[in-house]
């Protein structure tokens, strides 16, 4: 046993009792909501790849189904990546471009219709970012639908690395109605990745969300995700405060650049804020679990 | 029957997965355990903390506490019943509701058919992930029991955290202490093939069968509530600290096992940690302790 405090590794000891645990989760909360089955977005990334291994294991092949839905500018080789996943799985799955309609939203929008007071607004930036936000509420508005036309659960794909950093899109790619690796940090999501069998090209390509051409993660966050997990594990986990974490040798500008993001994303992982009014307010005083039902 | 003259007991560990909120579902489930484990042979069955209830009741301890001195004791009727016709003892978990219209996290201990005891959880933890003094009153004390000769105290999950109180239950008499409990699942290390609070938990109740010489009889539940897992792992670990049978960490399953109370007598004539304990000493510390800390 590692006594250092660091990242925990999903290994072959804990791997079995993880993959139980969270196929467990799939099943009792989807029975619990009356249901048997998850549709979900496989975008031929990791994220996607490791919650549909899940699905399976704990459903089996015939209660997950897939949705891919590529934009005109995603790459060839993600399709081809998610194809692989619902091949090895066997599971059903459709194909929904979601081109037509993105491009039909913004056809009269320019570079020039960005709103400058966007603090973050450099040139070119703000109607990528826009664009990139509604494809991501385009992809959870069909995944909803299908979540009736099935019935059957949204299953989330986001991992705990990507939710602290407020690195997804509100009511976009962070929405669903469970998530099985929302606890599990990008680094562990590949060594879980490893245990659960998941196809090599879709573990060694770099992390990217796919928004646009030659997008890369990494370098939109000017850290790696083998750092700021590094650094997220001693902030969240273990309640240490940025000054002891710097203290411990982590760069100082990477460490309050993290901790400052996680602040700042607050927002995106908590329920709307409701005005207090009467005695008894939803989830203010209001208390119960969503399985109270 | 408890039959101390052949020292043997045989005991149902029932690891189940209650149903939020959903007493009738519960009560039948425990029925159908306790008519199952009585075929088995079993004398006891031990429930997990909450076990008629569910954990995370938040607002809804409201409409499930009931007054088990009044007539809404009533609801228990059917587990009453079948521990009378069974001659067999239930411990179960439920949120008691007193006169004065406080809740508590308590455990009932019924044997064939009567009410002989009721503990109410003292230790509430209130951090992290757990809210309980939110909505329970503390209980007051830790009881012994006498069942057929065997003495027996029942400490709910964090009671068992507070080292004083398996001192204060195995002093007061305790031959076996219980500890039910509904402990989620937190925490990895590379290496470990358990969750690190399994991890803590299996030491906890290894040390405290064997300093204070007695067995443990621990019963977590298992199943999820909003995403939180229970982590399962009950077990039973004799007075020489070493588990004796131990269920899986994830599936609700019964287990029955069969305690030789031989092994106290045994283990306490070698290692006579109870004997030679000075509860004087203690006293006298505890004493200084308070009134050290008045001063303060």
């Keep these: ?293 | 029957m408890i039959n101390k003259s052949n020292s043997r007991i045989n005991v149902c560990l029932a690891q189940t997965d209650p149903k939020m909120g959903d007493l009738e579902k519960n009560i039948e489930n425990h029925i159908n355990i306790i008519s199952s484990a009585k075929n088995k042979g079993a004398e006891i069955v031990i429930f997990p903390e909450l076990s008629l209830t569910g954990y995370f009741l938040k607002d809804s301890v409201y409409d499930l506490g009931v007054d088990i001195n009044s007539d809404e004791a009533a609801v228990f009727q059917p587990l009453y019943k079948i521990s009378e016709e069974l001659n067999i003892t239930v411990i179960a978990g439920f949120v008691e509701k007193d006169a004065d219209f406080n809740f508590y996290n308590s455990t009932f201990c019924v044997s064939n058919g009567k009410l002989i005891n009721v503990h109410r959880k003292v230790y509430l933890p209130t951090y992290g992930m757990f809210e309980e003094l939110r909505y329970f009153k503390q209980g007051d004390g830790f009881d012994v029991f006498d069942l057929n000769g065997v003495k027996i105290s029942v400490l709910t999950c964090e009671d068992a955290w507070h080292l004083s109180s398996s001192y204060i239950a195995v002093n007061k008499g305790a031959h076996i202490i219980i500890i039910n409990s509904a402990s989620p699942a937190r925490g990895i290390t590379a290496g470990l093939n358990k969750f690190n609070s399994t991890n803590m938990w299996e030491e906890l109740l290894s040390v405290i069968a064997f300093y204070y010489k007695c067995y443990v009889i621990y019963v977590n539940r298992v199943g999820f509530e909003d995403g939180i897992g229970f982590s399962g792992g009950s077990c039973v670990i004799n007075p020489s600290g070493n588990i004796e049978s131990k269920m899986d960490y994830i599936e609700a399953e019964e287990i029955i096992t069969e305690l030789n109370l031989n092994l106290l007598n045994n283990e306490r004539f070698k290692t006579p940690l109870l004997r030679d304990e000075n509860l004087n000493l203690t006293l006298k510390e505890l004493e200084s302790i308070i009134d050290n800390n008045k001063v303060k």
């Design chain 1, 1 to 293: 046993m590692n006594h250092k405090i660091e990242l925990p590794k999903i290994d072959e000891l804990n791997f079995p009792l993880i993959y139980k645990h969270l196929g467990n989760f799939i099943k009792s909360e989807v029975l619990k909501a009356g249901l048997k089955s998850v549709v979900l977005g496989l975008s031929g990334g990791i994220d996607s790849a490791a919650s549909c291994f899940l699905a399976v294991s704990a459903l089996g092949k015939d209660n997950v189904t897939a949705l891919i839905m590529p934009y005109e500018s995603s790459s060839k080789s993600s399709i081809e990546d998610a194809l692989k996943v619902v091949n090895t799985l066997g599971i059903k799955y459709y194909v929904s471009d979601i081109s037509n309609q993105i491009n039909e939203y913004f056809k009269n929008e320019t570079d020039e219709t960005e709103r400058s007071e966007n603090a973050d607004a450099t040139d070119g930036i703000v109607l990528k970012l826009r664009k990139g936000n509604k494809m991501a509420r385009e992809r959870m508005s069909i995944l909803y639908d299908y979540s009736y036309k099935l019935n059957s659960l949204v299953l989330g794909t986001s991992n705990k690395s990507e939710l602290l950093l407020g690195y997804g899109t509100l009511y976009g790619d962070t929405a669903s109605a469970l998530n099985p690796i929302g606890d599990i940090y990008k680094t562990q999501i590949y060594q879980l990745a490893e245990h659960l069998g998941i196809p090599k090209t879709i573990i060694n390509k770099p992390p990217s969300a796919d928004l646009w051409e030659g997008q890369s993660d990494e370098s939109e966050l000017g850290f790696t995700y083998k750092t700021a997990d590094d650094i997220m594990y001693l902030l969240i986990d273990k309640m240490y405060k940025p000054e002891v974490v710097i203290s411990l040798g982590f760069e100082e500008n990477i460490v309050n650049n993290i901790y400052k993001r996680i602040k700042k994303s607050q927002y995106k992982r908590r329920m709307p804020l409701i005005a207090k009014v009467s005695e008894r307010t939803i989830n203010i005083d209001f208390r119960y679990l969503r399985d109270w039902s």
